[in-house]
């Protein structure tokens, strides 16, 4: 299924180093998200955009910055990050952004930051 | 109090077997819920929706019971591929911007052993 895609799969980067994950989405829909999935621990939300706008921070570090040009391309631009942010970032598009809808997950980027 | 919780399990059982996973929510006003499973490091992918009357999808049965804020899903006769975790995830429901998040539990880990 190629609906959702994330780049890159993997990355490695040092703390000081600046990086940025990207997400499409091919389904025509109006509203992405990121979230970050660490072992043990639910699916965290960290971004909502609905028609490029975003609704939701849910209290993320500045180090993440979101970017969204269009409903289909979704940015998250990473700086400075510390070792506790190694985890999988998973992007997610939905028909709308009421919560309603099914929302669909990309492969999600594997971070691992030293 | 967390706003879905989820048994962790592991379940073990073995092919043939059924299984049932509950998942409980907080927020009465919630409207929308889904079971999702989620490989090893994959991402999670939509299993069913759930709707009020109860729905089933082959060897799959989801359950809602709003007066007790819960859901659950019914696997019969296990296969060795449904061997994965299985996350429930719930709409919050309500005004402002919250409206289009879905909060995941933790996930139940399955394992069918032959």
């Known amino acids: 299924e190629t609906g959702v895609t994330q780049t890159p799969r993997h990355l490695v980067m040092g703390m000081t180093n600046k990086k940025s994950l990207k997400c499409e989405q091919h389904l025509g829909h109006n509203a992405m998200y990121w979230y970050k999935q660490s072992a043990k621990k639910p699916l965290e939300l960290m971004f909502v955009?609905?028609?490029?706008?975003?609704?939701e921070n849910n209290s993320v570090p500045s180090r993440f910055s979101p970017e969204c040009p269009n409903s289909s391309h979704l940015f998250l631009h990473l700086h400075t990050l510390q070792p506790e942010d190694s985890a999988l970032y998973l992007c997610?598009?939905?028909?709308?952004?009421?919560?309603?809808?099914?929302?669909?997950f990309g492969p999600g980027t594997r971070l691992t930051v030293l | 109090r967390k706003e879905v919780e989820q048994d962790p399990g592991p379940f073990n059982v073995p092919e043939g077997a059924t299984v049932a996973f509950n998942c409980t929510y907080s927020?009465?006003?919630?409207?929308?819920f889904f079971w999702y499973r989620q490989d090893c490091r994959k991402e999670p992918k939509l299993l069913m929706s759930?709707?009020?009357s109860g729905n089933e999808d082959g060897r799959f049965t989801a359950q809602l019971n709003r007066a007790s804020q819960y859901i659950s899903l019914l696997i019969r006769d296990s296969k060795l591929s449904d061997s994965a975790t299985y996350l429930c995830a719930v709409n919050r429901g309500g005004r402002g911007s919250t409206l289009g998040r879905l909060y995941f539990g933790r996930g139940t880990q399955l394992t069918v052993w032959p």
């Open positions: 927020n009465s006003a919630s409207q929308s």
């Open positions: 955009y609905n028609f490029k706008e975003q609704t």
């Open positions: 759930v709707y009020s």
């Open positions: 997610a598009s939905s028909p709308t952004g009421t919560g309603v809808d099914t929302q669909y």
